[in-house]
């Protein structure tokens, strides 16, 4: 099966060996700025869900099933858009998905009522699912294969770096303007990093079309079926407590206020770790960078349940365990695309793909377990998000033996 059209994405130099194109870290950083506005549409809602609620007249966990149902769109959509769109120029589909996620947030900040915010949210999905996996297929493709993981932790960089930044600033733009407002402040980024993207990117073909049948059978190989289920673990445990983060934040003793601070530094903390990633899976391997990643984001959450259980403050606790947990959670990512990649580099982009579809499927699992925790009690969100962790970490050391060669 074809990959992005690397040869194109490379020239040839003197000595025969292959170079990045000119231009290549200018590209992957604008598709950085890409996946940017990709993450701060996907994750700014948990920044401003109790006043979306209220404004709609609906619960803050039937507010927050627009996230999951985000998140289930973009990951049965993510495969489907990648068969459809094989043949398109690479630089003309990733232009095109941002416009579509830019049009979608102005149709979610008009939403009359939870329905039609929804429908918003699923064209935004098709937006982010279309270009999610072809910056990352992209990123790798214009580098050498020793610098993939670095590159990707780059253009991932961009959803890390929307938890730091655009969640907090949007969160901040809902506090005082409006939710709405704030949905249309990144409606309006989308499509001026949509230019970027046109004006800086290389023109890079398309592929050859591949049936759905096809893509999917990657399925089937032992070695992406030991890797893939992960994703979903790992993000689910991230996601129980992050997307109804500020009623769980309220339950550890932060004050009103606050919050934005703690979202700051589960950015920063998402920021770190994602580059921490990159670097220490180039050069320790992936599994000893996840086995890691497990267990501090297992502690980063355990803790959390039991201050909220014994009802103790520990405020100089708690922004710590904050920026452990998003270094956690997002450490993951890097590593698990340079697995994929590894067992099955013929198909590179598909099996980013499915990674994101992983993402996003763990994402929605870790939102409907919250949603369904959070009338019980921050308590049992928290402890199922450790338990999540757990499960992932199980679950890496059971299969990693057999899923990845030289690590």
Same mark, same amino acid.
């Given at each position: 099966?074809?990959?992005?059209?690397?040869?194109?994405?490379?020239?040839?130099?003197?000595?025969?060996?292959?170079?990045?194109?000119?231009?290549?870290?200018?590209?992957?950083?604008?598709?950085?700025?890409?996946?940017?506005?990709?993450?701060?549409?996907?994750?700014?809602?948990?920044?401003?869900?109790?006043?979306?609620?209220?404004?709609?007249?609906?619960?803050?966990?039937?507010?927050?099933?627009?996230?999951?149902?985000?998140?289930?769109?973009?990951?049965?959509?993510?495969?489907?858009?990648?068969?459809?769109?094989?043949?398109?120029?690479?630089?003309?589909?990733?232009?095109?998905?941002?416009?579509?996620?830019?049009?979608?947030?102005?149709?979610?900040?008009?939403?009359?009522? &939870? +329905? *039609?915010? /929804?429908? #918003?949210?699923? !064209? @935004?999905? $098709?937006?982010?699912?279309?270009?999610?996996?072809? =910056? %990352?297929?992209?990123?790798?493709?214009?580098?050498?294969?020793?610098?993939?993981?670095?590159? &990707? +932790? *780059?253009? /991932?960089? #961009?959803?890390? !770096? @929307?938890? $730091?930044?655009?969640?907090?600033?949007?969160?901040? =733009? %809902?506090?005082?303007?409006?939710?709405?407002?704030?949905?249309?402040?990144?409606?309006?980024?989308?499509?001026?990093?949509?230019? #970027?993207?046109?004006?800086?990117?290389?023109?890079?073909?398309?592929?050859?079309?591949?049936?759905?049948?096809?893509?999917?059978?990657?399925?089937?190989?032992?070695?992406?079926?030991?890797?893939?289920?992960?994703?979903?673990? #790992?993000?689910?445990?991230?996601?129980?407590?992050?997307?109804?983060?500020?009623?769980?934040?309220?339950?550890?003793?932060?004050?009103?206020?606050?919050?934005?601070?703690?979202?700051?530094?589960?950015?920063?903390?998402?920021?770190?770790?994602?580059?921490?990633?990159?670097?220490?899976?180039?050069?320790?391997?992936?599994?000893?960078?996840?086995?890691?990643?497990?267990?501090?984001?297992?502690?980063?959450?355990?803790?959390?349940?039991?201050?909220?259980?014994?009802?103790?403050?520990?405020?100089?606790?708690?922004?710590?365990?904050?920026?452990?947990?998003?270094?956690?959670?997002?450490?993951?990512?890097?590593?698990?695309?340079?697995?994929?990649?590894?067992?099955?580099?013929?198909?590179?982009?598909?099996?980013?793909?499915?990674?994101?579809?992983?993402?996003?499927?763990?994402?929605?699992?870790?939102?409907?377990?919250?949603?369904?925790?959070?009338?019980?009690?921050?308590?049992?969100?928290?402890?199922?998000?450790?338990?999540?962790?757990?499960?992932?970490?199980?679950?890496?050391?059971?299969?990693?033996?057999?899923?990845?060669?030289?690590?």
């Amino acid at each position: 099966m074809p990959s992005v059209s690397i040869p194109s994405a490379r020239r040839q130099r003197t000595d025969g060996r292959e170079s990045p194109e000119r231009g290549g870290l200018s590209s992957i950083l604008v598709l950085a700025l890409g996946t940017f506005a990709v993450g701060t549409d996907a994750f700014v809602v948990a920044g401003f869900l109790p006043s979306m609620a209220g404004e709609l007249h609906v619960s803050t966990a039937a507010a927050g099933q627009s996230i999951t149902v985000f998140a289930a769109a973009y990951a049965l959509l993510s495969p489907v858009l990648a068969t459809v769109t094989a043949r398109l120029p690479r630089r003309a589909l990733l232009v095109g998905a941002l416009i579509t996620l830019g049009l979608a947030n102005l149709c979610s900040a008009l939403a009359p009522d &939870l +329905a *039609v915010l /929804i429908a #918003g949210r699923i !064209v @935004a999905a $098709a937006g982010a699912a279309a270009y999610t996996p072809t =910056a %990352g297929a992209v990123g790798a493709a214009l580098v050498r294969p020793e610098l993939r993981a670095r590159a &990707l +932790a *780059v253009v /991932i960089g #961009g959803l890390t !770096v @929307a938890t $730091a930044l655009g969640v907090p600033l949007g969160s901040l =733009a %809902g506090h005082w303007l409006g939710w709405r407002t704030a949905l249309g402040i990144v409606a309006g980024m989308c499509l001026l990093i949509a230019l #970027g993207v046109r004006l800086i990117m290389p023109v890079l073909p398309g592929n050859a079309r591949v049936p759905l049948r096809t893509r999917l059978a990657v399925l089937r190989r032992p070695a992406v079926l030991a890797v893939l289920p992960l994703t979903v673990l #790992g993000m689910g445990a991230a996601y129980t407590a992050y997307a109804y983060s500020v009623p769980v934040l309220r339950a550890v003793r932060v004050p009103d206020g606050a919050d934005l601070w703690m979202l700051f530094l589960y950015g920063l903390g998402a920021v770190l770790g994602n580059l921490a990633s990159g670097y220490a899976t180039d050069r320790w391997g992936s599994v000893r960078v996840l086995t890691a990643g497990y267990v501090a984001m297992a502690l980063s959450l355990a803790l959390p349940a039991w201050i909220a259980a014994t009802h103790v403050s520990l405020p100089a606790v708690v922004g710590p365990l904050v920026l452990l947990w998003g270094a956690s959670s997002w450490c993951q990512t890097p590593a698990q695309q340079h697995r994929l990649i590894e067992v099955a580099p013929q198909e590179a982009p598909l099996v980013v793909s499915l990674n994101s579809s992983g993402i996003y499927l763990g994402i929605g699992l870790g939102t409907v377990l919250g949603g369904l925790a959070l009338p019980h009690g921050a308590t049992l969100v928290y402890a199922l998000g450790a338990a999540l962790a757990v499960a992932a970490l199980l679950f890496l050391r059971i299969t990693a033996r057999g899923a990845v060669r030289g690590n």
